[in-house]
């Protein structure tokens, strides 16, 4: 089944301890998108400047991602400027220039009203509304989100819970959007407002799932080499997204499984900068990881 990915297009200038680099693919649909392809035809719906690069474009092209829903608009596309510090869990935003996505309006064309898996990636509240005004009931809804809505949004963030199947979040803005610090009760609070399934991002220390059914924990994967962690949420989100649309059934298994797919994708999204690891990624290398991270799950063969 398809999946509907809905977010940001931007171009990223990124800076860490070693390198600067500039005029890179980014947004929250970008690396979602890219990541849901892995398991599942993609609908991409966002906005772009007509200063949006041809090379940009054929990334998605090359994994037949359906690009009828990106809207170009006369003007400059999104840009993001950020700085990581040598812990890069510390990042700091230089410069946002929301050009044409200031007055983005998703519009969904007549057959993507109908997909049965959407993914509302991290966007402003009414903007992840207005895409669910547009749909004819989907058979599973993901969203995500951060801090900067909690707290400038968050009326409008608590009534879009309802609206979900599934909410992803990490542990800081669970903690800020609950006002509870243990993983347990902010999962429940959220569920008692309306998605039936929480994930809970703790960066190298995996992600905690949970649902009526139970919990699941998974691990993140060791890495000796992180150079952009820049989208690594947005990939984790896709690939679990993507997983779950070529299931036959939703439920905690299937979730569980979705979660570490997700969690496959974004270990190799940090290891280049932008998407580039992703795009060069062969059946081969995810083969390989994947019984890494079987094995960090079961040690005992």
Partial sequence: M?????????????????????DLLGGSASFAGL??????????????????????????????????GLQVAQGKTFRWHGRYEENMNNRHTLSTELNVFADFKPELPHA???????????????LQHLVLDQMEKPKFTVADTMNLWID????????????????ILNDSEAALLTGESNLLRA???????????????KGEHGCFLSGKEGAFAAPAI??????????AGDTFAGGLTGYLAGQKEINLSTLAHGVLEGTLLASFAVEDFS?????SLSPKDLET??????????PHP
């Fill in 35 to 68: 990541a849901a392809s892995f398991h599942a035809p993609v609908s991409l719906i966002g906005i772009v400047g007509d200063d949006f690069p041809a090379h940009h474009r054929a990334v998605w092209e090359k994994r037949k991602i359906d690009l009828s």
């Fill in 187 to 201: 999962s429940r609070w959220l569920r008692e407002r309306g998605p039936r399934y929480v994930a809970i991002k």
């Fill in 289 to 298: 990881r994947r019984k890494e991270l079987s094995r960090l799950i079961n």
């Fill in 112 to 126: 993507q009203k109908k997909l049965p898996f959407v993914l509302l990636g991290n966007i402003a509240p009414d």
């Fill in 2 to 22: 398809s999946v509907l990915v809905v977010g940001s297009v931007g171009i990223d200038r990124i800076e860490t301890t070693q390198e600067d680099r500039s």
């Fill in 275 to 279: 998407l580039n690891r992703l795009a």
């Fill in 222 to 231: 060791p890495l000796d080499k992180v150079l952009d962690p820049t989208g």
């Fill in 152 to 167: 400038i949004a968050r009326p409008r963030l608590l009534e879009l819970l309802p609206r979900i199947d599934m909410l």
